[in-house]
């Protein structure tokens, strides 16, 4: 049965009053939301191609909330999230190559090749990785904002987590504490409203999940997760509030996944109408318009960006199939140490 689209207001493509933000955001926002669209495209016709296993769970469709989180938070910002995890680093500026090497289990990729999709990491750009275990993140999380609190800076860690993971035991725990101790942490519910093929109406009779932080009186709200200026101006606010000294913040950011939760799924449970309604929302067109509406580009100038996002993508891929495997040892290292296990004998 097919569940109704939550549709969030304003979310229209057409702007009448003068942009909020800048022509240099609105640029800024359509590279890093093309980039990784086309990226995981990508991922997507590499993955059936058998160019590499596992799992993977694709990030379109929701490109508008890593492009307006990043876009608000500052540079020594903590950033962790769920396995669905290719935007984000792209968005904080990681380099796509090695994301690319790490599906193709190269050497060379964010964590070395050992860590697949479900993993990416980048201590440079304080990506704190992406964690394949329902929910873990955002204890984590908490525990990334205790130590920046401990440490005395001003730093903000932003915790994602899907729709799903708000079923976990360990987030009421975490809420708590991070609310008795104030933590600077802002937890972000990447809400598609389908944990896998479920959907939020039928897992729990509160659908406005913001009110999952009511209970802790944290400050909570629902954010258009279709339009990065929204996310941006709520991010903004939450962080301000975290550097504050203020405690954390709940926000329910509205999205939706164009595509399956991983490459696996049938997408049974929701209809095409349903996609399509969502299709029109779609973050890239909206700033693609805005900045078209403000004569900020003209076509030979989109067309550039396009080919530039075209090669950064067509370069990963090259970069991937070029570098080599990790070599044997590498299974006991960063996870054993010849101290701790002396019967393991390096080659």
């Keep these: 049965m097919a569940v109704k689209s939550k549709q969030a207001k304003g979310s229209s493509s057409k702007t009448k009053a003068k942009p909020k933000f800048s022509k240099e955001t609105y640029v800024k926002w359509y590279k890093d939301m093309l980039l990784i669209r086309k990226f995981e495209e990508k991922t997507g016709q590499l993955y059936i191609q058998q160019k590499f296993g596992g799992f993977c769970h694709l990030y379109i469709g929701q490109e508008a909330i890593v492009a307006g989180t990043a876009s608000a938070c500052q540079k020594d910002d903590k950033h962790m999230t769920a396995y669905r995890d290719h935007g984000h680093p792209i968005a904080l500026g990681t380099d796509p190559r090695v994301l690319m090497a790490e599906l193709y289990g190269r050497s060379t990729g964010c964590s070395k090749g050992k860590g697949g999709s479900m993993h990416f990491f980048d201590k440079e750009k304080n990506f704190m990785g992406g964690h ?99 996310v941006h101006d709520a991010i903004e606010e939450a962080a301000s509030r975290a550097r504050k000294g203020n ?36 973050p890239i067109l909206h700033v693609l318009n805005v900045i078209k509406e403000n004569k900020w580009l003209n076509d030979s100038e989109i067309t550039e960006i396009d080919n530039w996002v ?35 004998k390096e080659n």
Aim: charged letters at 25%; a negative charge; glycine letters at 8%.
């Design 132 to 230: 394949g275990i329902v929910g873990a993140q955002i204890a984590m999380g908490a525990g990334v904002a205790f130590a920046e609190q401990y440490n005395g800076t001003k730093n903000v860690a932003f915790v994602s987590m899907g729709d799903g993971a708000v079923r976990q035991g360990a987030l009421h725990e975490t809420f708590n504490m991070s609310m008795m101790w104030k933590l600077p942490v802002v937890f972000i519910i990447e809400n598609n409203n389908y944990a896998m093929g479920t959907s939020v109406e039928r897992t729990t009779n509160v659908t406005d999940l913001s009110k999952i932080g009511l209970s802790y009186e944290m400050p909570s709200k629902v954010v258009n997760g279709m339009l990065p200026e929204s």
């Design 247 to 282: 405690g954390p913040t709940l926000l329910d950011i509205r999205t939706y996944r164009y595509k399956g939760h991983s490459m696996s799924d049938p997408q049974k449970y929701r209809s095409k109408e349903e996609v399509t309604e969502w299709i029109e929302q779609d």
């Design 310 to 344: 075209k090669n950064e993508v067509k370069e990963s891929v090259e970069f991937a199939e070029n570098s080599p495997y990790p070599e044997a040892k590498e299974l006991y290292e960063d996870v054993y140490t010849q101290e701790d296990y002396p019967y393991i």
